[in-house]
């Protein structure tokens, strides 16, 4: 996996994520398929990019509101 320039890795794959998130792989597979949370496929894999948490997070922090992951879908790249 590709590194930022401070060190942070730029992609995580769905196990990664899943554990960072604290739930279930399945969960997040299931949420990939809906359309409710970006990914990028490269083959049979699957890719998040890793600011989509920073990215969420501020938009929570902002509007003081629940955000939802599917929110950002197609803008996450």
């Given amino acids: 996996m590709q590194e930022s320039s401070e060190g942070k890795r730029q992609w995580l794959n769905v ?3 899943a554990k ?3 739930i279930a792989e399945m969960t997040l597979y299931r949420a990939i398929a809906a359309d409710e949370f970006p990914a990028v496929r ?5 890719f998040i ?6 990215r969420m997070a ?3 922090i902002a ?3 629940v955000v939802t ?3 950002f879908c197609g803008e996450a790249s």
Avoid at 42 to 46: N, Q
């Fill in 15 to 17: 196990a990664e994520m």
């Fill in 49 to 54: 990019p890793a600011r989509v948490l920073d």
């Fill in 58 to 60: 501020e938009a929570a």
């Fill in 20 to 22: 960072e998130l604290g």
């Fill in 42 to 46: 490269i083959g049979r894999r699957l």
């Fill in 69 to 71: 992951a599917a929110e």
């Fill in 63 to 65: 509007t003081g509101r």
